[in-house]
């Protein structure tokens, strides 16, 4: 079964996988996109006089909204990451739609997502913190140092596997049921399976899709929150 790790060919002795193919598309049409609209925002009055104007500043303000919300005022400002996470994210899982092998399908995307996280988190707790950070590992009592290192590290593992598993096991029954209807599956043609094919795209493409994009940022706050304090 094809993971995502397909080579498609090779550039200076480097794999390239399908994977790091599709990663790279939706950078470049994020790119291209900010740039556009970096570029009209110039244009832009006080006053909003075009939708698009009207779009950018309610996805803006509600982003912002939802950072003070989950991280607080002080911490606002992780809203500009967390936005870019969340396009990047919910771009990879929609790109199924067009037939595209999603990113996120793909455990060592994921991963390196959830390092990021991990490296914020630890990153804020030292800054936040100093040098106290460190002694919250051996609370309340030495002894349980390696079952708190363990609990960290379990962090981007977990927030990794759940955003990699969802979206995959949604890819692999998606192709499961279009491979038989090609087929002319006998079963599946009596049921009328084909009728409720859209259905299940909407869910797992589209719902679920968004769904495990808004989990993984909300987690994400979570955990650095938890260990910066109020």
């Known amino acids: 079964m094809d993971f995502g790790t397909s080579i498609i060919t090779k550039i200076g002795g480097v794999n390239i996988t399908q994977t790091m193919m599709n990663t790279w598309i939706i950078i470049i049409f994020l790119t291209i996109l900010a ?3 970096r570029a009209k925002i110039n244009k832009f009055t006080d006053v909003p006089t075009t939708k698009l104007q ?34 990047f994210i919910l771009v990879s899982n929609y790109i199924g739609l067009l037939s595209f092998r999603s990113p996120t399908a793909d455990l ?13 988190i630890h990153f804020m707790g030292i800054k936040v913190n100093g040098g106290g ?11 349980l140092l390696p079952l708190n290192i363990i609990g960290e590290i379990a962090t981007p593992i977990s927030l990794s596997l759940r955003l990699f598993g969802n979206i995959l096991g949604g890819t ?45 940022v909300i987690l994400s706050m979570t955990f650095i929150k938890d260990k910066i304090g109020d």
Do not use: R
Request: net charge negative; with cysteine; hydrophobic share 50%.
């Open 108 to 120: 060592g995307t994921t991963l390196a997502l959830s390092l990021a996280t991990f490296t914020i």
């Open 133 to 143: 950070y460190f002694k919250g590992y051996i609370e309340p009592m030495p002894l």
């Open 35 to 37: 740039l556009i609209i």
């Open 172 to 216: 692999i029954i998606m192709g499961l049921i279009n491979s038989s209807l090609q087929k002319g599956h006998i079963l599946l043609q009596v049921v009328g399976f084909g009728a409720v094919t859209p259905v299940l795209h909407a869910y797992f493409d589209v719902f679920a899709g968004f769904l495990q994009t808004f989990i993984f």
């Open 54 to 87: 009207n779009i950018v500043e309610l996805i803006i303000e509600t982003m912002e909204n939802f950072t003070i919300q989950n991280m607080g005022e002080k911490y606002k400002y992780f809203g500009n990451w967390f936005f870019g996470v969340f396009c």
